[in-house]
């Protein structure tokens, strides 16, 4: 495998998030979002970890954007926080948080990077929260009015958006299983959030258009490889819904589809919370669908949860490939879900917009030898260029993650990093894997 192979124009990258890396909670105007109010309490997160400055990417931005340069990256992708732009949520701008990715944005044009900005990153800001957060209508009101704040700051700099990183995740976590802030839980608390935020990234997508009409403009998906248990029919089934809920169901509506009410049919008393023209407007036609494959889902039938009607067969239950979060880490299911995507006539290009895996690493002096994440990056990209070969529409592989960071609930502990941190001082070393990438695409 060459870099060449997969050709001149594909889109080489890595991201990072903003609650994850950038520290100064609340400095210089910002206010805190969601994920500092949920992470102040030690309870919430894996070893009581208090994420502190993070990477302290507020500070020592221009360090991390000059070694994706030298890792030979050329995509940065990076999150804006919503709080730091506009603290309470609504009203007033806050004129040093524009200026901070002002500088963002410059450090990565001044290394030749180009940055692609994601806007919402899971970290609502409290004051939303505190109205209900995507529970409340409004939220559609207010997420754009903010989107629009952006593409006139950034807009001359910025062409490349993703509207939000990974619907699913923040829901389903979030508003459904009372697992990721804000811990709200519940099937009514699900539809609701889920239908808003369905508007607010189509409604988004507009906005941006409407202020920038050459705008490159995606939305970052999170998606699973399933499988049912065996061959048996109800299990088969059980899976279908699985993909349904894990696959297809923030995509659908937004391609112009609906929610995917074929196989989970009592997804339609999502229906109660539509207005007038929800249909339509529920559809915006994306540049590109970024996807982000973490894990192997193997699935069955089960009467829990209700609705769906189907579980997974936990991998540390069954034989597999655990990483550090004793995920399913099954790199040729990238293969079978670029397929599977590339059948939506509606999508122009995929971009694999997160790739990454966890796993513990060895630091000896000055090394970071973490040879199972390199065989990890190398066996998805050659999933990658055979889907490519194939002719699919995939332009582009972004790295989970630059740097180690804070990895949500789990803290600090699971690192997905091509750099190595230390989090006592912040020193960086680049690992195997990221010498690895170094090496690939500066030759
Ligand atoms: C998220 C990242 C997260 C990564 C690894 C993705 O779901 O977008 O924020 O750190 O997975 O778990």
């Not at 062409?159 to 923040?170: A, D, K, L, R």
């Not at 929800?278 to 209700?306: C, T």
Request: with cysteine.
């Amino acid at each position: 495998m060459d870099k060449d192979d997969f050709g001149d124009d594909f889109l080489w990258g890595t991201t990072i998030s903003a609650f994850q890396n950038e520290g100064a909670a609340l400095k210089d105007g910002k206010k805190a979002s969601i994920w500092d109010t949920f992470t102040a309490n030690t309870d919430n997160v894996n070893n009581s970890d208090q994420i502190g400055e993070a990477t302290a990417f507020y500070t020592n931005f221009a360090k991390d954007i000059a070694s994706a340069r030298e890792l030979g990256l050329k995509i940065f992708r990076f999150s804006l926080s919503w709080s730091r732009i506009i603290p309470n949520g609504t009203g007033e701008i806050n004129k040093k948080g524009i200026e901070f990715y002002h500088n963002v944005i410059d450090c990565c044009l001044e290394n030749e990077l180009i940055p692609y900005v994601t806007l919402y990153h899971w970290d609502l800001p409290q004051s939303v929260e505190d109205k209900g957060g995507w529970i409340n209508r409004e939220s559609i009101t207010w997420f754009t009015n903010y989107v629009e704040v952006c593409i006139n700051n950034f807009g001359s700099k910025v062409s490349n958006w993703i509207v939000m990183n990974e619907p699913m995740t923040f829901v389903g976590l979030g508003y459904f299983m009372g697992y990721h802030a804000p811990k709200r839980k519940g099937i009514v608390s699900f539809m609701k959030a889920a239908h808003h935020v369905v508007m607010s990234i189509a409604e988004g997508g507009r906005v941006i258009r409407r202020f920038q009409s050459n705008a490159n403009i995606g939305i970052a998906l999170s998606c699973s490889y399933i499988k049912p248990i065996n061959k048996l029919p109800k299990n088969v089934r059980a899976a279908k819904r699985m993909e349904a809920m894990l696959n297809r169901f923030f995509l659908e509506p937004l391609l112009g589809l609906g929610y995917p009410c074929d196989a989970i049919p009592t997804l339609n008393t999502i229906r109660a919370y539509f207005k007038d023209g929800d249909n339509e407007k529920m559809a915006f036609d994306f540049d590109f669908i970024g996807i982000q494959y973490y894990f192997r889902v193997i699935a069955k039938h089960s009467l829990n949860p209700p609705i769906l009607f189907a579980n997974e067969v936990h991998p540390t239950q069954r034989k597999a490939n655990l990483n550090a979060m004793n995920l399913d880490v099954f790199p040729k299911g990238v293969y079978k879900l670029l397929k599977f995507y590339s059948k939506y006539p509606q999508i122009k290009q995929i971009i694999i917009s997160e790739s990454g895996v966890c796993y513990p690493d060895h630091k000896v002096n000055n090394h970071v030898y973490d040879a199972r994440r390199l065989q990890y990056h190398k066996s998805m990209l050659k999933q990658v260029l055979k889907a490519k070969q194939r002719g699919i529409k995939v332009s582009g592989y972004f790295v989970w993650t630059l740097v180690d960071n804070f990895e949500w609930r789990e803290g600090f502990e699971p690192r997905f990093g091509l750099i190595h941190t230390d989090f006592e001082t912040q020193e960086r070393t680049i690992k195997h894997s990221g010498l690895w990438f170094k090496k690939f695409l500066n030759t």
